[in-house]
C-alpha cells in the first residue's frame, strides 16, 4: 500500500496545496467505468409491491364510517352557522318583540347649579324606545348625602322609588323630583336615577342608569369668627362668631361646634354653649335672621406659633344631637401668638391653668410672676390684681409686699414701693404674691355654682430701638369654682327604722341578730351626678334583702358582700329634711365562739363618690364602719353590744 494511502484525504490535500515540490503525487488514480441503470417507469404502478403484511397507519385508507361522520359534523356546523346568521339578521332587521337596554333612555331636566337650602325640582322622563312593552317599571333617584326631605327638612332624604308601572312600545313618561339640598359653597353634588323593568314571562330584573350633576352655587348659612390676627400669649381674647341666614326659606335644626386649638383656654361665652364649652344648639334659623356668640378665652403658646379656631355650621344628627349630619359651612380663624414685651403669669396654689377646683374654706397661695422679654430695660412698673367672685372671703385677703385696697378689692405693686419694680432689665424675672380664702358653707345660706376669679394687668415704660419711649402692658386671669361637700352619714338601729329587728341583745354566740343600717346623702353648693354608695359585710354577716324605700337601686354581691346603692344626682344644698338621699337596709349578724366578749363589727367603711356638675371634678368621701355598739340608737345602753355565751 502506498504511503499516501495510510494518510487522510484532508492531509493529502494539505500536503498537495502547500508542497512545492510534490503536487499531488502521491494521489491514486482511478478509473472511470459507466454504471448501467434499469429504465425508470413513466407511472407508479403497484408492481413489485408486496401485498401481504400489515400496512402503516399512513398508508392505510380510512374505514367508510369514519369518512361519513367527518362529513355529517362538517354539514352540522354549517347548519349551526346559517341558523345564527339568521336570527342575528332576524333581530337586527326584523326582531319587533326583542327589549334592549340601550333602547330604554332617562332624560333629566333641572338647573345646573342652585342655592344650598333652596327647593330642587328634577323632571325627569323615561322614554321606552324598544319595539315591544316593558313591565314592573320603577323609577329610582338616589341623592347624596346632606339632602333632606322638603316636606320634612329635618328627614333625610337618601332615595325615592317611584312606580312607572307597564310602558308600552314607543312611550314616553315623566315624573317631578323635589329635595333640599345642603352642602358648602361651591362643592358638587350628583344623584343618580336608575330606571329598574321586567319583560314579559320573564323574572329577570334590567336596569338603566344616569347621573344628573349640579353645584351648590351658595350656602344656605354665612358664619364669621370676627377676633384679632395677633395676640399675647396668655392675654384674652375676644371671639365674634356670626351666624346669618342666606336663603329664602328656613333652616332646620342647627347645630355650631367649634374645634379650639390647643392651648386654647375658654372663659366666658354668650350665650353659654349648650353642651360642653364648644356646642351650641342654633335651631331653626328664618330668612334673615342671625345668631351672634361672644366668646372670651386665652391662648398658650411660643412666640411666633400659630393657632387656628375652627367653627362648624350643620344640621343636627338626629340620632346623636351633639353631632352634625351634614356640615353645611366652616369657617376658620388664625392667631398669630407674640410674647408680650413684659411677660405675666399666674400660678394659685401652684398650677397655672384655669378653672382651679377648690374645698370650700381652703386657703389659696397666689403667685404673680413677671419677665423682661425685650431687649430693654422696662422701668416704672406697676402691678396690679382684682379678685372678685360670690365665694371671696374678702377679709382673708393677705398681701406681701404690696396693699390691698378693699374698695375695689385690688392688690396693687408699684414701682418705688417694691423692690425689682423700678428697672426690669432684659431677661430678668421675678414674683411677688398674695393669700385668700373661699368661704365656709353655712346650713340655709346657700351657695350656688359658687367661683373666684383673680384678674391680674401689669404695665411699665421701655424705650425702643428707635429711641422712642412707649407704655407696654400685658394680662392674666385665672378662675377658681368651689367644689361641692359631698357627705355620707352612716348608722345603726335596733329600735328604730323601717324594719322589725329580732334576735337577743346583747348578740349571742351561734345566734342571728338583725340591725338596720341607714345611710344619708347630703350635699352643699353644686349638685351631683352619677352618686354611689358602696360597703362590704364581714363573712359572719349576712344579708337580709330588706331595702327601704321600696324601689331603691340597692344591690348586693354575696361573692365578696359588697353592698352598692345607685344613689344618682343630688341636689344642690341637700341637707336632711330637704333634698338627702336616704335608704336603709337590714343585715343579720351572727358571732362565733371566738367573738364572745367583743363588739364585732357589722359593716366595713363605706365609701361615696360623685361627680361635680359644676366643676367637672371627681368627689368621694367616706364614713366609718359599724359595730354592735350601736350608739345611734336612741334606746341604746352600755353592755348591748358586746356578745354573750
Do not use: C
Not at 221 to 231: P, Q
Not at 329 to 348: I, N, R, T, W, Y
Amino acid at each position: 500500500m502506498f504511503e499516501s494511502e495510510k494518510k487522510s484525504p484532508l492531509d493529502r490535500l494539505k500536503k498537495g496545496l502547500y508542497s512545492r515540490n510534490d503536487l499531488f503525487g502521491d494521489s491514486p488514480r482511478h478509473d472511470i467505468r459507466r454504471i448501467e441503470h434499469e429504465e425508470i417507469p413513466v407511472s407508479w404502478e403497484r408492481e413489485g409491491i408486496p401485498e401481504e403484511g400489515p400496512a402503516s397507519p399512513a398508508q392505510s385508507p380510512r374505514p367508510l364510517g369514519v369518512r361519513k361522520s367527518y362529513k355529517i359534523l362538517f354539514f352540522s356546523a354549517a347548519s349551526f352557522l346559517l341558523i345564527a346568521l339568521a336570527v342575528g339578521a332576524f333581530t337586527l332587521f326584523g326582531g319587533r318583540n326583542f327589549v334592549s337596554v340601550d333602547n330604554m333612555d332617562i332624560l333629566i331636566d333641572g338647573p345646573v347649579s342652585i342655592g344650598g337650602g333652596e327647593p330642587l325640582s328634577l323632571n325627569v322622563s323615561v322614554n321606552n324606545k324598544n319595539n315591544a312593552e316593558v313591565e314592573l317599571v320603577d323609577l329610582i333617584a338616589t341623592y347624596p348625602q346632606g339632602t333632606k326631605d322638603p316636606q320634612d327638612p329635618t328627614k333625610d332624604l337618601a332615595r325615592t322609588r317611584l312606580s312607572l308601572g307597564t310602558m308600552p312600545a314607543g312611550t314616553l313618561t315623566q315624573r317631578t323630583f323635589q329635595s333640599l339640598m345642603f352642602g358648602e359653597e361651591g362643592s358638587d353634588r350628583e344623584v343618580v336615577f336608575t330606571v329598574e323593568y321586567r319583560t314579559a314571562n320573564s323574572n329577570a330584573i334590567f336596569y338603566k342608569e344616569k347621573s344628573y350633576k349640579l353645584k351648590l352655587a351658595s350656602s344656605p348659612v354665612i358664619v364669621s369668627v370676627d377676633a384679632l390676627d395677633r395676640v399675647l400669649s396668655g392675654q384674652g381674647t375676644p371671639v365674634t362668631i356670626t351666624i346669618s341666614s342666606n336663603t329664602t326659606s328656613v333652616v332646620k335644626d342647627l347645630l355650631l361646634v367649634l374645634e379650639y386649638p390647643s392651648g386654647y383656654s375658654v372663659t366666658s361665652a354668650n350665650p353659654a354653649a349648650t353642651y360642653s364649652n364648644n356646642i351650641w344648639r342654633i335651631g331653626d334659623l328664618a330668612p334673615g335672621a342671625k345668631r351672634v356668640i361672644f366668646l372670651n378665652g386665652s391662648i398658650q403658646g411660643e412666640d411666633g406659633d400659630t393657632r387656628t379656631i375652627h367653627a362648624n355650621i350643620g344640621i343636627r344628627n338626629a340620632a346623636n344631637e351633639r353631632e352634625i349630619a351634614t356640615r353645611v359651612v366652616s369657617k376658620d380663624h388664625s392667631f398669630q401668638l407674640e410674647k408680650p414685651f413684659l411677660g405675666l403669669d399666674l400660678a394659685l396654689n401652684g398650677v397655672r391653668t384655669d378653672n382651679v377646683p377648690l374645698e370650700a374654706g381652703r386657703v389659696v397661695r397666689a403667685d404673680v410672676i413677671w419677665t423682661n422679654n425685650s431687649a430693654t430695660r422696662i422701668t416704672g412698673a406697676r402691678i396690679e390684681a382684682k379678685l372678685s367672685g360670690s365665694a371671696l372671703d374678702r377679709g382673708s385677703i393677705n398681701v406681701t409686699g404690696g396693699y390691698y385696697d378693699s374698695k375695689i378689692d385690688t392688690i396693687i405693686w408699684e414701682a418705688g414701693r417694691v423692690s425689682g419694680l423700678d428697672a426690669i432689665t432684659p431677661g430678668d424675672t421675678n414674683r411677688v404674691g398674695f393669700t385668700f380664702a373661699s368661704k365656709q358653707v353655712v346650713p340655709g345660706k346657700p351657695l350656688i355654682n359658687p367661683s373666684m376669679s383673680v384678674v391680674v394687668t401689669a404695665r411699665g415704660n421701655r424705650v425702643d430701638e428707635t429711641g422712642v419711649s412707649q407704655e407696654v402692658s400685658t394680662g392674666v386671669s385665672r378662675s377658681i369654682r368651689l367644689v361641692s361637700n359631698l357627705s355620707l352619714s352612716s348608722r345603726i338601729l335596733r329600735s328604730q327604722g323601717p324594719f322589725n329587728n329580732t334576735g337577743p341583745i346583747p348578740p349571742k354566740v351561734d345566734q342571728e341578730t338583725t340591725y338596720t343600717i341607714v345611710w344619708t346623702v347630703t350635699n352643699t353648693s353644686n349638685s351631683i351626678n352619677d352618686a354611689r354608695v358602696t360597703a362590704t359585710l364581714p363573712p359572719y354577716v349576712s344579708w337580709a334583702g330588706a331595702v327601704s324605700p321600696e324601689g331603691a337601686d340597692v344591690t348586693y354581691n354575696p361573692t365578696g358582700g359588697q353592698i352598692t346603692w345607685l344613689v344618682g344626682s343630688v341636689p344642690q344644698n341637700a341637707d336632711v329634711g330637704s333634698g338627702a338621699r336616704q335608704v336603709a337596709f337590714q343585715v343579720i349578724l351572727r358571732p362565733s365562739l371566738t367573738q364572745a366578749g367583743s363588739s364585732p363589727e357589722v359593716i366595713g367603711q363605706s365609701l361615696i363618690a360623685g361627680t361635680d356638675s359644676f366643676t367637672g371634678t371627681n368627689l368621694t368621701n367616706s364614713a366609718p364602719g359599724l359595730s354592735t355598739v350601736t350608739t345611734t340608737d336612741p334606746l341604746w345602753q352600755d353592755g348591748q353590744g358586746v356578745v354573750t355565751k
